[in-house]
């Protein structure tokens, strides 16, 4: 695991989020995975978000699918692992993240959702989606994907 550094103004505690890796079967070929891309830099992620009232973290997971890319699906009771991050937060600061990470069976992917025309959307191969992410504890969850 990363050390985080604290500069002037961070947040010293560690925040969780909720994570979605979404996943379609791709035949004989195994599964793809959904990447989108974030609304401030134009990276490949996983859709996350804070955690939300009256929700556990697979439905926290699912919701903030849809939000961010139109996944409409069934997602995994318990997470298949985490990984952590720096969030830039709007002052500068960086917020140190644990990202709970729940496998999302897709069944559909909806034309319209709240953030669609502020992200793209793109379906990868697992070994092609690690390559295409910046975290390395997500890049392993990616590539070594297999749901159950």
């Given at each position: 695991m990363k050390k985080v550094e604290l500069g002037a103004g961070a947040p010293q505690e560690t ?17 793809e995975i959904l990447l989108i891309t974030s ?110």
């Amino acid at each position: 695991m990363k050390k985080v550094e604290l500069g002037a103004g961070a947040p010293q505690e560690t925040q969780s989020q909720f994570a979605a890796l979404c996943y379609r079967s791709a035949g004989k070929d195994g599964v793809e995975i959904l990447l989108i891309t974030s609304r401030d830099t134009g990276r490949w992620i996983i859709p996350k978000g804070w955690p939300m009232k009256g929700r556990n973290g697979s439905e926290t997971a699912l919701r903030e699918a849809f939000e961010e890319a139109g996944v409409e699906g069934k997602p995994a009771a318990t997470p298949i692992g985490v990984y952590s991050y720096d969030k830039v937060l709007d002052n500068g600061a960086l917020q140190p993240c644990i990202v709970s990470v729940f496998p999302v069976k897709v069944s559909k992917l909806r034309k319209k959702y709240p953030e669609v025309g502020q992200r793209t959307r793109r379906w990868f191969k697992p070994k092609k989606a690690a390559e295409k992410v910046n975290e390395e504890e997500l890049r392993a969850l990616l590539a070594n994907f297999a749901p159950a």
